[in-house]
C-alpha cells in the first residue's frame, strides 16, 4: 500500500525553465511534508518542507504547494539550473507519538538540460 | 564532522553472515532514525531512538535485526543471518528534537551474496 505516489519517475527540463514534480499522498493523517534531493551515492538531503496548516511554502528558487483538499503537493524549481539534476523525493509524516517517522514516495528523477 | 556519518560506506556479506552498520549522528541531536531504501524505490522507515530508548521498531522486517543506540549518541544496526533480500542501502538519519528535519547520512551499501 503506497501512501506516497509520485508516479512520474522521470523528468526532463531545460535549463532557466520551470521543474515541476508533483506527489500524491492517501493517508488523512499526514500533517508535514518534505522534498529531499539526492545525488547517486549521497544520502538525501533537506530541500524544503510545509506543514498542513499552510499551503505554499518558499524558498529561493524553491517552492512547494499544497493541496490538502486533493492529497496533493508539488515542488517548483525556478529557474531550473544543471545542477539541480537529481532524484527528488516527496515525503510526510503524522505525529504519532513515537517519532516523526517519514513516509516517502518511489522518486522522480530530474534532468535539466543545457 | 558536522554531519550524519556512517560506517562502512559499503558491506559485502555471504548468506548467512551477521553484519553490523554503525551511525554517528549530528552531536547533541536527539532523534535517530534507520531506513531501508531498495533498488528503485524510496527510504521505508525501520526504527526510531529518543535518546537511548527505542521507541518505535515497527518497521523492523524480521527479528534478524537489532538497533540500538545504548548512550544515546551512537547507533548499530545488526543484521543476523543475512539474506539476499537484505541487499539495499541502510540511511541513517538525525534531529535536534524530534518535529525538526531529518538529516540523512551517506548510507550503508549492503550486498548479501
Known amino acids: 500500500d503506497q501512501q506516497v505516489k509520485q508516479n512520474s519517475p522521470s523528468l526532463s527540463v531545460q535549463e532557466g525553465r520551470i521543474s515541476i514534480l508533483n506527489c500524491d499522498y492517501t493517508?488523512?493523517?499526514?500533517?508535514?511534508f518534505l522534498w529531499y534531493k539526492k545525488y547517486p551515492a549521497e544520502g538525501p538531503t533537506f530541500l524544503i518542507s510545509i506543514s498542513s496548516i499552510k499551503d505554499k511554502n518558499e524558498d529561493g528558487r524553491f517552492t512547494v504547494f499544497l493541496n490538502k483538499s486533493a492529497k496533493h503537493l508539488s515542488l517548483h524549481i525556478v529557474p531550473s539550473q544543471p545542477g539541480d539534476s537529481a532524484v527528488y523525493f516527496c515525503a510526510a509524516s503524522g505525529f504519532t507519538g513515537g517519532g516523526n517517522k517519514l513516509t516517502f514516495g518511489t522518486g522522480t528523477q530530474l534532468k535539466v538540460e543545457l | 564532522g558536522a554531519g550524519v556519518s556512517q560506517s562502512p560506506r559499503y558491506k559485502v556479506a555471504k548468506r548467512g553472515q551477521d553484519v553490523a552498520l554503525r551511525c554517528d549522528p549530528i552531536s547533541g541531536h536527539v532523534s535517530l532514525f534507520w531506513y531501508q531504501q531498495a533498488l528503485g524505490q524510496g527510504p521505508e522507515f525501520l526504527t526510531y531512538?529518543?535518546?537511548?530508548?527505542?521507541?518505535?521498531k515497527s518497521g523492523l522486517p524480521s527479528d534478524r535485526f537489532f538497533a540500538e543506540r545504548p548512550e544515546g549518541s551512537v547507533s548499530t544496526l545488526k543484521i543476523q543471518r543475512t539474506q539476499q533480500e537484505d541487499s539495499a542501502v541502510y540511511l541513517c538519519?538525525?534531529?535536534?528534537?524530534?518535529?525538526?528535519?531529518?538529516?540523512f547520512g551517506p548510507g550503508t551499501r549492503l550486498t548479501v551474496l
Open positions: 493517508n488523512s493523517m499526514f500533517d508535514y
Open positions: 531512538f529518543q535518546n537511548e530508548a527505542q521507541l518505535d
Open positions: 538519519a538525525s534531529s535536534l528534537v524530534v518535529w525538526d528535519e531529518q538529516l
